[in-house]
């Protein structure tokens, strides 16, 4: 059972344009019963604001264009300077297999690539969201 | 039967081959096919009441078509003539095919030159012999941005090529006849400051402006189905008719303004609400230029439409058709006269969310399909996505590929032969009338809210809910993806995926760097200070004086970013949603 009803940040980066599937599955973790806030962002510092301000439990990055790579970092070491390493972070878009390992070091507990599907995020979320312990430093 | 009334003679056309013996004929064998379909329904366990296929856009179908289900009015169209459903042109492809277009723009603007040389030379064709380049601008230039901006990292040059200003122009255009080549300027809504950079390069290469050929997209009515950072409705159409007014007057070959119904069926729209709403978009903006005292037989003719081919083949084919019959009714209605001023002249881009990242060859089945309904369906020039599309930039090899595809179904097929070799068909006849009939539908309600403009969040939920149903009927596998829902294999197919060499963003950020440090400062301050002005007085309501502002003050080496600032600081910068 959970506790209280899951808090999740979607974002999309404003240069990305390709938010069809953001927007997508938005409305699918809705309909799973999560609370969903969906941002642009032209910097990842307006993520982690956000993040703070609606207490969320997982932020969702959407990235179909690249520069998912120094999004994350700064995402991630701005959630942690704040406090906030119990956030959950995602990943989901076109990002290249390559760049997996990469994402996973900075603390990206979740990358979806093409094909993922939105019953698949929504059983990571349940399982994954609210850490006891920093997920990243 | 519906006949509707021409505007050209006014007289009603006579059901000539479709007397009351024929269509009582006619309906008799539909009676008869539809006894013995019921028959073979029921052996495959089916009602036959309860049983209909829809396409793509949910329109129904039947499953067959005779002769009495095409409209009479018709079976009294012909290329070249009003409504123009059949083809813009008498001659259609006989003498000159469609133009080869392929989008072409990554890294640093020497390597997409490379791009468009290695293409020239693969036999890309524009009309009469001419090189059309389609080249699309990155991401950082998209949001108004210089590729120093900390936001632009990890973005610079990605989807599209690392040009800010009139010295990037020259690194992409030196040694091109500008004044015989066709120039797409692919960009979002840093359109005037684009356009500026190349006015000024041309300028300094003592190219008279009225000789340039080639394409702004004004694309500022995207806000309503696009989430990138975007000024306001009203500014955006304002901006669009600056852009407008300046080149009717000074760029009679340029074409202003394009109608971009392919980024609506990429962000979920299907094809009736992608005609539906580029028809609004265009006569929306079509009145903005007329309130501001322009003529549609003037400005009309330079409207284009960048349309997507999709993979219901016939709906596709037809929504084109649809297209050219209702925007070619809607302008004559504004009071455009001059055939030009009616045509939709389509670009195609063949469908690129349809392509799959699983089985990636597949892609190339898919774009040869889409390439030639866009043929068959008679557009002007076409884009076919290359198969690596939902994985990355393409590389050479599958940019070669995508190019071929076009040039195969000109030289091999023999569809140019025969200008709109299905019309006549009494499917694409009834199809492209039902098309008809439902995008008025929304256009209607598009008009009661008070145009495109002022239903923004109308036309968002439309398209947003029907890319809900598409995915929700992928994942119910209500719609087949081969290689998604059906046929997965676990069978990785290797195939090269390209790569931005990450140098290029460092070099761009030490050019603009170099550039700002190297500039004439007081021409330079002196020149946005002219921009400043010139934009307040846009702002109240002057027109013509912007753009020309924006070009010597890219002569004076001011680039994208600087000049976007302005813009997002006098008219307005925000999410759209």
């Known amino acids: 059972m959970e506790r209280r009803i899951l808090r999740v940040l979607l974002c999309k980066g404003t240069m990305d344009a390709h938010d069809r599937g953001v927007r997508y599955l938005a409305t699918k973790l809705r309909e799973a019963g999560m609370e969903v806030i969906f941002i642009n962002f032209l910097e990842p510092s307006e993520i982690v604001d956000a993040a703070i301000q609606e207490d969320v439990d997982v932020v969702g990055v959407s990235s179909s264009v690249e520069g998912h790579l120094p999004v994350a970092r700064e995402l991630t070491r ?23 390992p990469a994402m996973r070091e900075l603390g990206v507990e979740g990358v979806f690539g093409p094909g993922s599907t939105a019953d698949s995020v929504i059983a990571f979320v349940r399982e994954r969201a609210r850490a006891v312990r920093p997920r990243f430093a | 039967m519906s006949s509707n009334p021409s505007p050209h003679g006014g007289k009603a056309p006579v059901d000539c081959a479709l007397t009351r013996e024929f269509l009582e004929q006619s309906r008799a064998l539909e009676r008869e096919w539809r006894a013995a379909y019921d028959r073979l ?22 499953p067959a078509y005779f002769a009495h289900d ?57 009309y009469f012999g001419n090189t059309f380049y389609n080249l699309v601008y990155d991401l950082v230039s998209h949001e108004g941005l210089d590729p120093d901006h900390p936001a632009a990292e990890g973005r610079v040059g990605q989807c599209g ?78 901006l669009a008719a600056e852009l407008i007014a300046f080149c009717t007057k000074r760029m009679p070959r340029w074409n202003t303004l394009n109608l971009f119904g392919y980024g609506m069926e990429e962000a ?48 596709e084919i037809c929504k084109i058709r649809a297209l050219r019959r209702i925007w070619a009714r809607q302008c004559h209605a504004l009071g455009a006269r001059d055939p030009r001023s009616q045509h939709v002249r389509i670009h195609t881009h063949t469908s690129g969310a349809v392509l799959t990242a699983q089985q990636p060859l597949n892609n190339i089945v898919r774009t040869t399909l889409h390439a030639l309904g866009a043929a068959l369906a008679g557009v002007q020039a076409m884009e076919v996505s ?23 179904i000109q030289d091999e097929s023999g569809i140019t032969r025969v200008a709109d070799a299905l019309g006549g068909s009494y499917y694409v006849e009834a199809l492209t009338a039902q098309i008809e009939a439902a995008a008025l539908e929304i256009l209607a309600e598009v008009e009661k809210r008070g145009g495109y403009h002022r239903c923004h969040d109308y036309i968002r939920a439309q398209i947003e809910a029907s890319a809900l149903r598409w995915r929700d009927q992928v994942d119910a596998k209500e719609r087949i993806v081969v290689g998604v829902n059906k046929y997965v294999t676990d069978e990785a197919q290797d195939v090269e995926v390209f790569r931005v060499d990450p140098a290029s963003e460092r070099t761009a950020i030490e050019r603009v760097r170099a550039l700002r440090a190297n500039r004439d400062r007081a021409r330079w301050e002196a020149a946005m200070a002219d921009v400043h002005r010139a934009t307040e007085r846009f702002k109240a309501g002057e027109v013509g004086g912007l753009l020309p502002a924006m070009v010597e003050a890219s002569d004076a080496d001011a680039t994208t970013g600087e000049l976007m600032a302005v813009l997002k600081e006098h008219l307005g910068w925000a999410p759209p949603h």
């Not at chain 2, 029921?42 to 129904?60: E, M, N, W």
Request: overall charge neutral; glycine content about 10%; proline content about 6%.
């Open chain 2, 386 to 408: 290359t198969f690596d599309e939902a994985l990355a930039i393409p590389t050479e090899q599958s940019a070669t590929m995508a190019l071929r595809i076009q040039q195969i």
């Open chain 2, 41 to 62: 329904a029921q052996k495959f366990g089916v009602d036959p009441a309860s049983h209909v296929r829809r396409t793509d856009s949910g329109l129904p179908v039947k």
């Open chain 2, 70 to 126: 095409v409209p009479a009015s018709a079976c009294l169209e012909s290329p070249g003539r009003h409504p123009f459903t059949r083809g813009l042109y008498a001659a259609q492809y006989q003498f000159m095919p469609w133009a080869n277009q392929p989008v072409i723009g990554y890294g640093l603007p020497e390597e997409t030159r490379r791009r468009m040389d290695y293409l020239q030379s693969q036999g890309m064709t524009g």
């Open chain 2, 161 to 238: 090529m690392a040009v800010y200003s009139r010295e990037d122009n020259a690194r992409l255009f030196d040694g091109l006849p500008l004044d015989r080549i066709n120039v797409v300027h692919i960009s979002y809504y840093e359109n005037l400051p684009v356009l500026a950079h190349y006015l000024a390069y041309a300028r300094r290469r003592g190219i008279a402006w009225d000789r340039l050929g080639g394409n702004s997209m004004s694309w500022y009515y995207q806000s309503a189905y696009v989430g990138m950072t975007c000024f306001p409705p009203r500014a955006g159409m304002d």
């Open chain 2, 268 to 315: 979920g729209s299907t094809a009736v609400q992608e005609v539906a709403f580029t028809v609004a978009a265009g006569i929306d903006y079509a009145r903005g230029c007329i309130a501001k005292g322009l003529d549609p037989d003037v400005f009309l003719g330079r409207f284009g439409f960048q349309i997507s081919q999709a993979n219901d083949f016939f709906e």
């Open chain 1, 78 to 100: 701005r959630l942690a300077a704040q406090g906030r390493a119990d956030v959950l972070v995602l990943f989901g878009g076109v990002i290249p297999e390559r760049d997996f």
